[in-house]
């Protein structure tokens, strides 16, 4: 499985960004796709994830500001970030997981990771 993120960048506070994971040799029939973000000197945490049944799960972080969406003719995962706040500064990186059953936004399930890619919201 390999996952390449993509679509970071510097934006002001206000701004939108849209990242973008593509996802090869990811086969299984049930699992998580998700996006996760890391701040210098914090955990890394959920941010969002999406089943392979349909379901979606959004950390509380995001306050409705945050979709994320798959394009499965693509092969692609998306994280649309709306009206970004300094404190969403932070590497994101995308993940997959086999688990269903496991919490979906704990680093637990996912045993494959992208490299990720860098957002900085500021003045």
């Known amino acids: 499985v390999r996952l390449v993120e993509s679509g970071g960048g510097s934006v002001q506070p206000g701004g939108s960004l849209t990242l973008s994971c593509e996802v090869s040799?990811?086969?299984?029939?049930?699992?998580?796709l998700g996006w996760f973000r890391q701040a210098p000197g914090q955990e890394r945490e959920g941010v969002a994830a999406i089943a392979t049944d349909g379901r979606i799960r959004y950390a509380d972080l995001t306050m409705g500001r945050f979709t994320i969406s798959q394009d499965n003719a693509k092969n692609t995962l998306y994280l649309q970030m709306n009206n970004l706040k300094p404190e969403d500064t932070a590497m994101y990186y995308c993940?997959?997981?086999?688990?269903?059953?496991?919490?979906?936004?704990?680093?637990?399930?996912?045993?494959?990771w992208g490299q990720g890619t860098q957002v900085t919201v500021s003045l």
């Open positions: 993940a997959a997981s086999r688990l269903i059953s496991w919490p979906p936004l704990t680093r637990g399930p996912y045993e494959y």
């Open positions: 040799g990811y086969t299984h029939s049930s699992g998580w």
